[in-house]
Nanobody, 124 residues
Framework: QVQLVESGGGLVQAGGSLRLSCSAS????????MGWFRQAPGREREFVAG????????TYADSVKGRFTISRDNAKNMVYLQMNSLKPEDTATYYC?????????????????WGKGTLVTVSS
């Protein structure tokens, strides 16, 4: 089991920044990738950004490229999502997730563990 706890959400004006944090505990040695996903009201959960734990290689959804940055701290078992130039359409609950498989897909259904999420609201 891997336990994930997100923090850092809140209310911010358009153009502002927030940094989300995800703390991982438990069988963290089993993780292969960690990702951030989001779900807006009435919409499906979607991939935002991901990182391969061993290499640090990152990938992003087109909608956030150039604005969001995912990073990790191996020693602290933390993953971060720095969000800049926020837009009202970024409003959503943001979730941290872990995939223990070597087959990297970044699909919601393929992630093995999820946090409970943190709400980000961007006002116009």
């Amino acid at each position: 089991q891997v336990q994930l706890v997100e923090s850092g959400g809140g209310l911010v004006q358009a153009g502002g920044s927030l940094r989300l944090s995800c703390s991982a505990s438990g069988r963290t040695f089993s993780r292969k990738t960690m990702g951030w996903f989001r779900q807006a009201p009435g919409r499906e959960r979607e991939f935002v950004a991901g990182i391969i734990w061993s290499s640090g290689s990152t990938t992003y959804a087109d909608s956030v490229k150039g604005r969001f940055t995912i990073s990790r701290d191996n020693a602290k078992n933390m993953v971060y999502l720095q969000m800049n130039s926020l837009k009202p359409e970024d409003t959503a609950t943001y979730y941290c997730a872990v995939d223990t498989s070597i087959h990297i897909t970044w699909r919601v259904d393929d992630m093995d563990y999820w946090g409970k999420g943190t709400l980000v609201t961007v006002s116009s």
